[in-house]
C-alpha cells in the first residue's frame, strides 16, 4: 500500500497519475495467497454476475406471454441475438441448440464489458485474460465437438486439414496453418481481441479522466483549465465510444463463435 | 509515476493466476447453469407460447371468417328460394284469379241464358194462351159481326146453320 500512496504523492506533486499495465494486475483484497484469493477485478466480476443474473431470472420469473416495457426491452436482445447472429449464421434448424450457448456468451461478455464504464467499478469484468479465454475454450470444446460428432474424429481432421478441390502441393502449407488454426489461432484470437479491446478502453478512459483531474482540478491557471475542460470532454466521447464497443465486442465474440461451430457442420446441406 | 508499476510488463497480464482460473470458471459455470436452467428455458416458453396464442388467435378468426362465409352464403341461398316461392305464389294467386273471373262469366253466361230461355217460355205461353181466347172470342165475334151484315138474309134457320158450318169448317182448314 505504500507505493499507492507514494504515487498518491506524486501524482499530486509532479504529474497526473496515468492508469498503466498494473490496473489490471491488483492487489488480492480477499483470501489473499488462496486460490480462491479475489482483487478488484474478481469483485467486479462477481458483483456484475449477482447483479446480471438477479435481474435476469426475476425478468424471466415474471415473463408473461403479453410483456411489459422491460421485459420487452430484455427480449428484444434475446430475440436479436437468435434471429440475427444464431440463426443468421446457422439457421434455425442447426442453431436452435446452440441459442443458449451464444446467448450466455453474448450476455455475460456485453455485461462485463460494460463494468468499464460503470462508476464504481471503473474496470472491465473481462479485462483478465482468463475470463475471456474461458469463453474462448467453450467455444473451442463446442466446435470440436460438434465436428467430430459429424464427421468423425478423423473425418474433421480431413475436412478441416486437407480441404477437398485443393492441389496437393498447397497442403504443405496449408495444412499446418490450418492445424494452427484450429487449435491456437482461433481460441487466442477470441481471447485477445477481448481482453486487449477492454485493456486499452480502460487506458484510454482512465487517461482522460487521470488528465482531466490534473488540469481541471490539481492545476492553476484558466489555460490550463480549459485544457482539463476538453480532456472531460474527450473522457466523456471515449465513455461513450466505450459503451459502443462493449456491444461490438460481445456481437464479434458471439458472431465469430456461431461461424466456428458452424464450420464443423458439413457444408451441402 | 511511481517505479514499480513501470516495472510491471505487459507479458504480466497475459499469465494467469490460479485464482483468476478458479474465479473465472465459477463464475461462468454460474451464469451458464442459471442461462440453461432457468432463463433461457422460462423465455423459450413465453416465445413459444406467444407464438401458439397468435396462431391460434389466427386459426380462431379463419375459423370465424369461414363461419361468417358460410352463414352468408346460406342466407343469400333462402333469399333467392324465399324470392323464387313469391314469385310461384304470385303467379298461382294470378291464375286462380283468372279462374275465378272465368268461373264467375260462365256461371253469369249460363245464368242469363236460363234466364233468357225462361223468359221465352213465358213469352211463348202466353201468346198460347192469347191466340187460344182470341180464337174463342174471333168465333162470337164473327157470327154477330156476320149476322149484322148478313140480317135479313139468314133469318130463315136453314141458311143460318149453313152458313156457320160453312165458317167452321174453313177455320179448321186454315188451322191445319
Known amino acids: 500500500m505504500g507505493s499507492v500512496s507514494d504515487a498518491m504523492l506524486l501524482a499530486a506533486e509532479s504529474g497526473p497519475h496515468l492508469p498503466s499495465v498494473s490496473d489490471f494486475l491488483p492487489p488480492e483484497i480477499l483470501f489473499e495467497g488462496t486460490p480462491f484469493a479475489i482483487n478488484r477485478i474478481i469483485l467486479v466480476r462477481l458483483v456484475a454476475t449477482v447483479i446480471m443474473l438477479t435481474v435476469l431470472i426475476i425478468t424471466a420469473r415474471r415473463a408473461k406471454v403479453i410483456p411489459g416495457r422491460w421485459q420487452a426491452a430484455v427480449e428484444w436482445l434475446l430475440d436479436y441475438i437468435r434471429d440475427n447472429i444464431i440463426y443468421q449464421v446457422m439457421g434455425p434448424i442447426r442453431g436452435r441448440r446452440y441459442v443458449p450457448m451464444i446467448t450466455t456468451i453474448f450476455m455475460t461478455v456485453f455485461i462485463f464489458n460494460l463494468c468499464g464504464i460503470i462508476p464504481g467499478m471503473n474496470i472491465a469484468a473481462t479485462a483478465s485474460v482468463v475470463m475471456p479465454l474461458a469463453f474462448a475454450l467453450w467455444v473451442f470444446v463446442q466446435y470440436w465437438r460438434a465436428g467430430i460428432k459429424e464427421h468423425g474424429l478423423g473425418g474433421f481432421l480431413k475436412e478441416e486439414l486437407l480441404p477437398a478441390g485443393v492441389p496437393w502441393p498447397i497442403y504443405i502449407i496449408l495444412t499446418p496453418v490450418q492445424l494452427l488454426e484450429l487449435v491456437l489461432i482461433r481460441p487466442i484470437s477470441l481471447t485477445v481481441r477481448l481482453f486487449a479491446n477492454m485493456v486499452a478502453g480502460h487506458l484510454l478512459v482512465a487517461t482522460c479522466y487521470a488528465f482531466t483531474q490534473f488540469y481541471l482540478i490539481e492545476s492553476a491557471g484558466a489555460a490550463v483549465k480549459v485544457g482539463g475542460a476538453l480532456w472531460l470532454c474527450g473522457g466523456l466521447v471515449f465513455t461513450c465510444f466505450e459503451m459502443f464497443v462493449a456491444a461490438l465486442q460481445a456481437y464479434v465474440f458471439a458472431i465469430l463463435a456461431t461461424v466456428y461451430i458452424n464450420q464443423s457442420y458439413p457444408e451441402a446441406e | ?176
Do not use: C
Not at chain 2, 510491471?8 to 436452467?37: K, M, Q, R, T
Not at chain 2, 198460347?128 to 149484322?148: F, N, R, W
Open chain 2, 1 to 176: 509515476m511511481p517505479l514499480a508499476e513501470e516495472e510491471v510488463s505487459g507479458i504480466a497480464l497475459f499469465i494467469p493466476e490460479i485464482y483468476d482460473i478458479v474465479w473465472s470458471l465459477v463464475v461462468l459455470i454460474v451464469i451458464a447453469v442459471a442461462f440453461y436452467v432457468v432463463i433461457m428455458p422460462k423465455f423459450q416458453a413465453v416465445f413459444d407460447e406467444r407464438a401458439a396464442r397468435i396462431e391460434g388467435g389466427i386459426a380462431k378468426a379463419e375459423q370465424a371468417q369461414r363461419e361468417a362465409e358460410d352463414t352468408k352464403r346460406k342466407y343469400e341461398e333462402q333469399l333467392s328460394q324465399a324470392r323464387v316461392e313469391a314469385s310461384k305464389i304470385r303467379d298461382d294467386a294470378r291464375s286462380e284469379a283468372s279462374h275465378i273471373i272465368a268461373d264467375a262469366r260462365s256461371r253469369a253466361e249460363s245464368e242469363a241464358e236460363q234466364i233468357t230461355a225462361n223468359a221465352q217460355r213465358a213469352i211463348e205461353s202466353q201468346q198460347q194462351q192469347a191466340m187460344v181466347s182470341l180464337k174463342g172470342e174471333i168465333g162470337t165475334l164473327a157470327t154477330a159481326l156476320a149476322g149484322k151484315i148478313l140480317g135479313a138474309k139468314l133469318q130463315d134457320n136453314a141458311t143460318q146453320s149453313a152458313m156457320i158450318d160453312q165458317m167452321i169448317a174453313d177455320l179448321d182448314d186454315d188451322k191445319q
